[in-house]
Each structure stands twice: as C-alpha cells, then as structure tokens.
C-alpha cells in the first residue's frame, strides 16, 4: 500500500505534532494533556453531562474541561448531542472509535497499578471503578462461570455479566440479578479488592445470592507490586 502525507488543512492537527511517525506519537497529540484520558474513561459506560463529567474528575476547572472536549471532540473521540425529549439536554458521548481507547486505557491502569505509589484509596469515580473491575478480572477464574451482578452506588448503577471468561458491564439496573452489591466506590474496594467481606462498616450490602456475590468477589485480584 503506497504511503501518502496528509496534507489536507481538515485534516491537519490543531496543536504541535511531535514529527514521528510512531502511532504512539500521535495518540499522545491527541490524549496527551492533562485530563484527556480520565476524560474519555468517564464516557466509557455511555453519554454524561457536562456537570457529571466535572463532578467525577476532582481537580478539573470549567474551563479546562471545555477545552479538552472540544480538542477530543475535533480528534473523532468524542461527540456532542441532545438527548431527546423529555430529557432534552445535551450530553458527550464517545464515538466508535474513542471507545476502543477502552483497551489501552484498561491496559495502563493494569501496568501503573503495580507501583508501589499506587494508592487503592484514593478518590475513585464509579466509571473508574467499573473500569477497573473490567481490568483487574481474573479469565482463569472467571472461565466458565455465569453470574449477573447489580452494582448500585448513590449516585449511579451498573450490572455486570460474567460468562465465557469475560466481564461485560453496562449503567442501569438489572431485574435478573443473582445479587445486588450496594455501596460507594470504598466500599467496593475493601469488599473485593481487600476481601474484607459484606455488610460491615465501610463494606458493600449485599442482598440477593450471597454465594453468587462471593463468587463475584473471588474473580478479582490487585495485580502484584514491583519491587521497590
């Protein structure tokens, strides 16, 4: 296949570029700067508002987040629409494309979690934490295994399904769970991540098949730390 330099002003880059030629290179031209990545992590579990966006990211200005959406917007990551009627507000969305960041933002996480400066304490979104049950899976333990688990935090819900050895998470609620696991996102983590069992301080509740949700538990391990 002949190789052809883009010249084209539409679709020219809107900031520096690093002249390399390594895709590498230019996904960083696109999610380099501060926030862009956590940005596109918000949106991976479908469309939220510009108010929701901020509110999960701690630190973020107004401002700030303007910028970055419009720049993720001008890449094809991200999109901007109005939810019909009656909602009728405006929300960002991820496209096709920007939600296959999905991978490698799973794949970062899994890689900087083993540092010994990770903190699992730390303020932690409810995307974030879904992101990294998505992550931190266990395939062997998870192979041949069929669950479905509702996950309700205050201010947002999600069900996850385990089958084939693998983990498929969507927000919303679920009739057919076999369990529901309620909480917030600290809770979730001594729950699963510490194994600290249901139902105490600072523990999610469990309600529905308690065997189902220890089972649920027991796929999901923090990887290992390196040496430090």
Not at 10 to 17: C, N, V
Not at 38 to 43: A, C, N, P, S
Not at 62 to 80: C, F, K, M, P, Y
Not at 107 to 115: D, L, N, T
Request: charged share 25%; aromatic share 8%; hydrophobic share 45%.
């Amino acid at each position: 296949m002949k190789l052809q330099k883009v010249t084209e002003v539409e679709k020219a880059p809107t900031r520096r570029w690093y002249d390399d030629a390594c895709g590498t290179a230019l996904a960083l031209e696109f999610v380099g700067e501060r926030w862009a990545l956590l940005i596109i992590r918000e949106l991976l579990y479908g469309p939220r508002r510009f108010g929701e966006i901020r509110a999960n990211l701690p630190g973020i200005s107004a401002n700030v987040l303007t910028q970055r959406l419009d720049s993720l917007e001008g890449a094809g990551i991200v999109v901007r629409r109005r939810l019909p009627s009656p909602a009728n507000i405006q929300v960002y969305d991820l496209t096709d494309w920007g939600r296959e960041a999905e991978v490698p933002i799973r794949e970062m996480g899994r890689w900087a979690a083993r540092s010994p400066l990770h903190n699992p304490l730390a303020f932690m979104s409810t995307a974030s934490a879904m992101t990294s049950l998505r992550t931190l899976i266990d395939p062997a333990k998870a192979a041949g295994k069929t669950m479905t688990v509702a996950l309700r935090f205050p201010d947002d819900a999600f069900v996850a399904r385990v089958a084939d050895g693998e983990l498929i998470i969507v927000r919303g609620e679920a009739a057919d769970a076999d369990a529901t696991l309620t909480g917030d996102t600290l809770a979730m983590r001594h729950t699963i991540y510490g194994k600290r069992g249901f139902d105490g301080d600072g523990l999610l509740a469990v309600a529905g098949d308690r065997a189902a949700a220890q089972a649920f538990v027991d796929l999901f391990a923090l990887p290992e730390k390196i040496a430090s």
